[in-house]
């Protein structure tokens, strides 16, 4: 099995590249920081063709907190476009027989869905908050089958709510929203700040992946790339959710932090709920345990704590 791992010094992509090595597969890693520019669709090809994979797992995405999706709009969405289609191209010419794996963010679900459902994806506009990296991720769906009609190229589209755990930035505008609550605790606990500004009301509720859990179910779709229920998009799903209010009040257990949060309105709170409907994916597999969140939680305490300061 050879597998490129685009995005691969990424959040995602770090996670993945770390399960994939548990199992003794070692992936072709390439990022923007590796020197490769998936903008670049000559560049892409002559690296495909060098290392002509299996599989392609593409982690690789310009993103960021839905403050920065917002303020960096334009910058967003036409870096992921112009990705996806030097990605498509490159593949298209170098190794169209190759499986792509393609991790697309729920952000992309239509604004006003409750439960998000997999045959429901484009019955309505993305949420504006986050509407240059929703879009982009409709994009990714549209190309790939775009590119699986004229040319036979294989994706399989892996639908994942919110992530958390290690590997992710320490810029909290950058990270994802777990990931920067959690390190903004680190950093009020050990600095001793008097007050813990958190974004928007807390109201909104959302479902979480963590992050090495994602890496296990890239390895189990890998073994089980050729199930006819991989043919259409899948959730990763629990059909689970907290409200943001309730996720901090679960941080602050693992925290001696003695200040006060402050809830910051003027900030958006994005789409009022995100939790993913899992009949499909418990089709495929039923079996799948899922880390308990506290236990996710303690873990990603630890690796904000080991690279403090930031």
């Known amino acids: ?68 999706v917002t303020e960096k709009a334009a910058t967003v969405v036409a870096d992921n476009a112009r990705m996806i289609l030097g990605m498509y191209e490159a593949i298209a010419e170098a190794c169209p027989k190759a499986v792509v794996i393609n991790p697309i963010a729920n952000c992309a679900y239509p604004a006003t869905a409750d439960v998000f459902r997999e045959d429901e994806w484009w019955n309505g506009h993305v949420h504006r908050s986050v509407l240059s990296y929703g879009t982009s991720r409709r994009l990714l769906w549209a190309t790939a089958e775009c590119f699986q009609m004229q040319y036979g190229v294989r994706s399989i589209h892996l639908l994942t ?68 229920s991989l043919a259409q998009p899948v959730n990763l799903a629990q059909n689970d959710g907290l409200s943001v209010k309730e996720l901090v009040a679960l941080i602050q257990t693992k925290f001696n932090y003695k200040g006060q949060v402050v809830w910051d309105a003027s900030k958006p709170d994005g789409a009022p709920k995100k939790v993913m409907d899992n ?32």
């Open 1 to 68: 099995m050879k597998v490129v791992l685009f995005g691969a010094t990424g959040f995602a992509g770090r996670n993945v590249a770390q399960v994939l090595r548990q199992h003794h597969v070692e992936p072709v890693e390439s990022s923007l920081s590796l020197g490769l520019d998936l903008r670049d669709a000559a560049a892409t090809t002559a690296f495909l063709r060098q290392h002509r994979p299996d599989f392609i797992i593409n982690c690789a995405a310009h993103v960021g907190s839905l403050n920065y």
């Open 161 to 228: 709510p919110n992530m958390y755990g290690p590997y992710d930035s320490t810029d909290p505008n950058k990270a994802h929203a777990l990931n920067a609550l959690i390190s903004k605790f680190v950093k009020a606990e050990l600095t001793n700040q008097a007050e813990l500004p958190v974004w928007g009301t807390g109201t909104v509720i959302r479902e979480w992946l963590y992050a090495p859990d994602f890496g296990r179910l890239i390895w189990e779709v890998l073994q089980n790339h050729r199930c006819k």
């Open 279 to 310: 009949t499909r994916f418990r089709q495929l597999l039923p079996h799948f345990k899922f880390t308990d969140f506290s236990e996710g939680i303690v873990e990603t305490v630890k690796y904000y704590q080991s690279v403090y300061p930031y």
